[in-house]
């Protein structure tokens, strides 16, 4: 063995059973190489003694806009609708390259951080957030957010930038970033550009990333012009599939849940986001009894308004739990699995990432059991992890076979950098308006 060997040993590994024991575990190169009770470390490149902390893969979150993490307390308090119309969208008409570079990066240190590994994220200038994410070590599936209004120019352009974007990144960063289709919604992009975002996708084995059913408006506005509820259009014109992954999917029909599964269409759940817009709340608990694949996502940081998927997790659970008056709904194990095999399986990804097995990618994280909030340690790990920690208990995160932290010190990015470029960016950005 050698320098691109770690051998983490003394963890207690999560694994795909939850049947979890104290094991120690070798990364060579980009891959989890062996699992066993015990490694020899002699050689071994590195080793890392995880003594009460628990090991589980690099958390997945399915939707957000990166580089929004710039806009983070903006605007709050306020409906869907006012806050795009009067306050984010303003802002973003300024943006360029740098700026959403350095929000990316502010996102990727919030993500490390807390444990998040891979994310899939919609958003402009993604060639710049393809960079942030080369530079940060993380994995990701990006997706220009495409809007055309019924605009044939501006479709052809925003589906020019989509696969531009495919052709320059996709596979990029030693195969850590994937390129999806973004069709932003069906009320801000046409069935024209839905049905060729259909077309490409089936063209080039590309995911589609767009948000469905956020809002109630949606609904009417969509039902007003359609005739048809949103899963029931995107059905009628050809869209769905199981590379789509629905970002909120809130207000759905039984119908259109069975359409979903149908089409085993993956969900997003973006449970923080729907409470502070006071957007809904989607029926996850019967989603996942129906055998829908629904992962968690925070969507921007603008509206949530932070990145800490273990936080998601808990509110997810939660907010199952009190809508249906039934605690057994959305338990822990069911919360975990959201966030990681999940996760994986909507961006197509379940072969190379989202468990702990011999020959998956090493996007690990170890949790640090000895801190006050998760103390005495619950029988149950993964009730500690859900209902007990948050995304600062995260004490070691490795993605792709190379640490970004280690004791909760990132070794890759420099993070005070970040936060001045970041409050300088901000700074000019509200000056620009
Ligand atoms: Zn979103």
């Given at each position: ?20 024991k104290k ?92 444990g998040?590994?891979?994310f ?44 531009t ?46 948000h ?154 170890l ?45 890759v ?21």
């Amino acid at each position: 063995m050698s320098d691109n060997t770690i051998l983490i040993k003394n963890a207690i590994i999560l694994n795909p059973n939850f049947d979890n024991k104290k094991q120690s575990l070798l990364i060579k190169d980009d891959s989890i190489a062996e699992i066993a009770d015990e490694i020899d470390e002699s050689g071994v490149g590195k080793v890392i003694d995880a003594e009460g902390k628990i090991l589980l893969p690099g958390l997945i979150n399915t939707h957000t806009h990166l580089s929004m993490t710039l806009f983070r307390g903006l605007a709050d308090d306020l409906s869907l609708d006012t806050w795009l119309n009067d306050h984010i969208w303003p802002m973003e008409a300024n943006l360029n390259g740098e700026y959403c570079y350095i929000g990316a990066l502010l996102g990727a240190v919030e993500l490390i951080k807390s444990g998040t590994t891979t994310f899939s994220d919609m958003y402009f200038y993604m060639e710049d957030v393809a960079r942030a994410i080369e530079d940060a070590g993380i994995r990701a599936v990006l997706s220009y957010g495409m809007i055309d209004f019924g605009d044939a120019e501006r479709r052809e352009n925003e589906l020019n930038e989509n696969l531009t974007l495919f052709k320059n990144c996709n596979g990029m960063a030693d195969g850590r970033i994937k390129v999806f289709l973004g069709p932003h919604s069906p009320y801000t992009a046409s069935e024209e550009l839905l049905v060729r975002t259909r077309e490409l996708a089936d063209e080039y084995g590309m995911g589609i990333h767009i948000h469905v059913s956020e809002t109630q408006k949606e609904i009417d506005d969509v039902s007003a012009e359609k005739g048809l509820r949103p899963f029931e259009y995107l059905e009628k014109i050809g869209l769905l599939g199981p590379d789509v992954v629905a970002a909120h999917s809130v207000w759905l029909s039984d119908d259109e849940i069975d359409i979903i599964k149908k089409h085993d269409v993956k969900v997003s759940h973006n449970p923080c986001s729907n409470m502070k817009l006071a957007s809904g709340v989607a029926p996850v608990s019967k989603l996942i009894e129906n055998g829908v694949c629904v992962s968690i996502g925070t969507d921007g940081a603008s509206s949530n308004n932070n990145l800490d998927l273990i936080e998601e997790l808990k509110t997810a659970s939660l907010l199952q739990k009190v809508t249906t008056l039934d605690p057994k709904v959305l338990s822990s194990d069911e919360a975990i699995e959201m966030a990681t095999i999940k996760g994986a399986e909507a961006l197509g990804w379940d072969s190379e990432i989202g468990s702990i097995e011999v020959g998956k990618k090493a996007d690990i994280i170890l949790i640090d059991t000895n801190a006050a909030n998760m103390t005495p340690d619950s029988s149950n790990i993964t009730s500690n992890i859900i209902y007990s920690a948050n995304g600062s208990n995260v004490d070691t995160t490795i993605c792709n076979g190379k640490v970004l932290m280690e004791n909760k010190k990132l070794t890759v990015l420099d993070e005070d950098e970040i936060y001045a470029k970041a409050r300088q960016a901000i700074k000019e950005l509200k000056e620009a308006i």
